[in-house]
């Protein structure tokens, strides 16, 4: 077995009355991208800040490259790399200059040139900041976070905001360090970012991950061998429960009129339901399959879509 990079246990953080952070456990083979996904207030912020050393845990063991921060704050400095969702630059700074900055900040690591070259910067490496698109600033950012070319790297959001292409140059850059062996911590609300980049994904609600495993297998969970949407005209309604007692039917769920059957037999299933519909008197607007994916397990799991949190 391959050692930690992340080694989390009985994580417990408390606001006041508010329990954040609920006997939490996690651990992160050294090499791999993981991904954690939770709706707001799960609790997911406050576990990565405390792997981050920003936040002290109430109760429980951080081991983060087999080291504590009580002991090792220094140490550790020095091997991670961490990128926010919002980073404020110094506006009339350049790019080069921004990097030279963050570089400065470690004992060790590859030179300015380099890491402009990896993240696709060489072209504005004498820009100001301030004149940077938003997918531009997203790769500084990233930048900054690899100045000292860390073992593990935590990748808060990176991609929110931005237009497809920036997406995708983002995403090429956390595959390649991915290649290269670093541990990459990655918070998204992009389902299709997280089944694409990710290794293995903890659902975290409440607290506590109630879901863990490879994107392939969280979806195989659900038993589905397809998602059935439809919806109604406006002012008619379609019974929750007569839709549940189709066949095939394994779960439904309403969001706004659009009701959402996961099914295990859509030849079954969808001539079923085109004769419900019509058996009373309604008028089918919308209808549409798909087949299972990360999204479907989030709000399965949770009853909320991730990108609505």
Known sequence: MPSLALDVRALRKRYGDVVAVDGLDLQVPAGECFGLLGPNGAGKTTTIEICEGLLDPDDGEVLVLG???????????????????ETQFADKLTVAETVRLFRSFYREGPSVETI???????????ARVNALSGGQKQRLSVACALAGDPDLVFLDEPTTGLDPQSRRQLWELVEQLRQDGTTIILTTHYMDEAERLCDRIAIVDRGQVIALGTPRSLIRSLGAEQVVECAVGEGERLEERDVAELPGVLRTRVDGALHALQVSASHETIPALLALIARHGLTLTELRTHSPTLEDVFVSLTGRHLRDT
Do not use: H, P
Not at 69 to 79: G, I, N, S, V
């Open 116 to 126: 402009i070259a990896r993240v696709q910067l060489e072209e504005k490496r004498n």
């Open 67 to 85: 080291q504590r921060w009580r002991t090792d704050e220094a140490a550790l400095r020095q091997r991670l790399g961490v990128q926010l969702q």
